[in-house]
T-cell receptor, first 112, second 112 residues
Framework: DSGVTQTPKHLITATGQRVTLRCSPR?????VYWYQQSLDQGLQFLIQ???????AKGNILERFSAQQFPDLHSELNLSSLELGDSALYFC???????????FGPGTRLTVT | SQQGEEDPQALSIQEGENATMNCSYK?????LQWYRQNSGRGLVHLIL?????REKHSGRLRVTLDTSKKSSSLLITASRAADTASYFC????????????FGKGITLSVRP
């Protein structure tokens, strides 16, 4: 158990809908990262937050947004969903000094 | 975009044998990390090697790094059936905070 929690585990929704994925980092970790894993694109970095502020952006679509709250949990919002957004979405956290990232179990999103 | 390219893409060995996986990358890095992923689950951090290190050990794992060739190898000695998983190398580029760029992964099957 990495100490990173993600909810929900599974999500099935229709095209055009909007969903919110939630992540709680390990206790004390200030950085939260979001990744998307799909068969064709592999593991792609989406976005990083550090102590509530956006720190780095990767291949995140404009339809996607994220935020990190004062209690350090983070949410990834996906809107106007398309079939191609079906994937595993992982959240990871890391501490102040470490480069190692600790991954949550992921949310499997299926868009039908 | 993928930074690391693992080789081979798939590896099947007998329990007790050693498994060697290779990773190449393109840009200068701060560090390189190896992660393991069991089917459809979260990634688990295995080992981190910094750009000024050449070799590192952790239990049955041995990682080498050759920055002149921009390559790394992960050796798992005395493999077990429980080592069956996908293995990813990930790099942190120089000056790119702690964002990880993953390769496509290697599927390791250890036959009992």
């Amino acid at each position: 158990d990495s100490g990173v929690t993600q909810t929900p585990k599974h999500l099935i929704t229709a095209t055009g809908q909007r969903v919110t994925l939630r992540c709680s980092p390990r206790s004390g970790d200030l950085s939260v990262y979001w990744y998307q894993q799909s068969l064709d694109q592999g593991l792609q970095f989406l976005i990083q937050y550090y102590n509530g502020e956006e720190r780095a952006k990767g291949n995140i679509l404009e339809r996607f947004s994220a935020q990190q709250f004062p209690d350090l949990h983070s949410e990834l919002n996906l809107s106007s969903l398309e079939l191609g957004d079906s994937a595993l979405y992982f959240c990871a956290s890391s501490g102040l000094q470490g480069y190692e990232q600790y991954f949550g179990p992921g949310t499997r999103l299926t868009v039908t | 975009s993928q930074q690391g390219e693992e080789d081979p893409q798939a590896l099947s060995i007998q329990e007790g044998e050693n498994a060697t996986m290779n990773c190449s990358y393109k840009t200068s890095i701060n560090n390189l990390q190896w992660y393991r992923q069991n089917s459809g689950r979260g990634l688990v951090h295995l080992i981190l090697i910094r750009s000024n290190e050449r070799e590192k050990h952790s239990g049955r794992l041995r990682v080498t790094l050759d920055t002149s060739k921009k390559s790394s190898s992960l050796l798992i000695t005395a493999s077990r059936a429980a080592d069956t998983a996908s293995y990813f190398c990930a790099t942190v580029k120089t000056g790119a905070n702690s964002k990880l760029t993953f390769g496509k992964g290697i599927t390791l099957s250890v036959r009992p």
